[in-house]
């Protein structure tokens, strides 16, 4: 069945980069997506990637795509403070894109001063 | 700001009873999702309405139930609920394609 994993938590100060990792299994998957959940908050979209991609860039987001292996990531550039929060990877159900995701349970990122 | 708006934000119930959550999609948008977000955890999708009618659920049992209204808002109903059901309740609206879902802020839902 559709598993999406991640480690749990990444700590690092600020002004370095930040790599947070996701693994995901259903190769059929068209689209990939990082969301960023602050305390008590919804999830925001931060980015997505299609899966006949391997790169994407965004400002400060750079999402990396091995469809061979399955390995999603996200790397956040010159991290801040306001950076902090959870991180969710997540993958569309199915073949064809209906908006209907599959979350990991969400990498917890500190950034410390 | 996504747009997306849900009510309440929180809600206490006690176990056994039945409570409704509301969502209000974003403006073009016509599909609405809901996912139940336990602590600590990453969303569970629950299931999805595409113009008025569920399209596709996940491992969710009947008594949780919902509807889409003719502009898009939907309802979700949690009958007899149990205490498990404490979670954050995340609505998100998407346009057909799917591409891009937007989450609103969510209902926190306790059931003691």
């Known amino acids: 069945g559709e598993d999406v994993e991640q480690s749990l938590f990444l700590s690092v100060r600020e002004g370095d980069s930040s790599v947070i990792n996701c693994t995901y299994t259903?190769?059929?998957?068209?689209?990939l997506y990082w969301y960023k959940q602050e305390p008590g908050a919804g999830l925001q979209l931060l980015t997505y990637?299609?899966?006949?991609?391997d790169m994407k860039q965004d400002q400060r987001l750079t999402v990396l795509l091995n469809k061979k292996d399955k390995h999603l990531s996200l790397r956040i550039a010159d991290t801040q403070t306001g950076d902090s929060a959870i991180y969710f990877c997540?993958?569309?159900?199915?073949?064809?894109?209906?908006?209907?995701?599959?979350f990991g349970q969400g990498t917890t990122l500190q950034v410390k001063p | 700001e996504t747009g997306v708006t849900q009510s309440p934000t929180h809600l206490i119930k006690t176990r056994g009873q039945q409570v409704t959550l509301r969502c209000s999609s974003q403006?073009?948008?016509?599909?609405v999702s809901w996912y139940q977000q336990a602590l600590g955890q990453g969303p569970q999708f629950i299931f999805q309405?595409?113009?008025?009618?569920?399209?596709g659920r996940g491992n969710f049992p009947p008594r949780f139930s919902g509807l889409q209204f003719p502009n898009y808002s939907s309802e979700l109903n949690v009958n007899a609920l149990e205490l498990d059901d404490s979670a954050l309740y995340l609505c998100?609206?998407?346009?057909?394609?799917?591409?891009?879902?937007?989450f609103g802020q969510g209902t926190r839902l306790t059931v003691v």
């Open positions: 403006s073009g948008h016509n599909t």
């Open positions: 990637i299609f899966s006949n991609m």
């Open positions: 998100a609206s998407s346009s057909r394609d799917g591409t891009e879902a937007f």
């Open positions: 259903d190769s059929s998957s068209t689209y």
């Open positions: 997540a993958e569309n159900w199915g073949s064809s894109n209906t908006g209907k995701l599959i």
């Open positions: 309405y595409y113009r008025e009618e569920e399209n």
